[in-house]
């Protein structure tokens, strides 16, 4: 038989990945904004120390440095800026939400499964080239495979940053 055999890096991948997955239900669960936006912090270290595990050191170090660094420090802060509180809707408003949230997020998480079970169990461990997660090869595919999408991300940085110092300026 041609399929996964259980290993301690198997279960370290699939312990960190199921953390990950429960932060980032967590994320979605909390109706306080600091203690969901704690939890994507949590989701995004779990995702960096996965891409080490998986040899992928520079994605791994970029997710730490732009995502939990940069990111979400501005998410925090623009969070603690507006003072949002938990929200003020009834009870009888939220009833039915729940069950129906959980009984769409457990037919979607069957569905996947479903999709994803059946090729898991024939993989075979492929090599990774000696290339694979290096910054040449990074840099190389950005500026000649995805130089279009690359610039198309950087113009709209540019108009985010121009727009925020407008906004910023009327205000003050």
Request: with cysteine.
């Amino acid at each position: 038989m041609n399929g996964i055999h259980p290993t301690p890096e198997l279960a370290l991948v699939a312990g960190l990945a199921g953390m990950a997955a429960l932060c980032a239900v967590g994320v979605v669960a909390f109706s306080n904004a600091i203690r969901s936006a704690l939890c994507l912090v949590m989701n995004f270290f779990l995702l960096a120390v996965l891409y080490f595990t998986l040899g992928a050191e520079t994605v791994g170090i970029t997710q730490v440095v732009v995502y939990t660094g940069a990111i979400m420090v501005l998410f925090l802060f623009v969070i603690m800026l507006l003072n949002i509180g938990s929200p003020s809707a009834t009870r009888e408003e939220q009833d039915w939400k729940r069950p129906v949230g959980i009984l769409l997020g457990m037919a979607l998480f069957v569905l996947v499964g479903s999709q994803i079970l059946p090729g898991l169990i024939s993989v075979t461990q492929p090599g990774t080239p000696d290339v694979y997660g290096q910054p040449q090869s990074i840099g190389r595919a950005i500026f000649s495979l995805y130089v279009v999408p690359f610039e198309a991300v950087s113009v709209l940085l540019m108009v985010g940053i121009v727009g925020s110092i407008l906004l910023a300026k009327r205000k003050f």
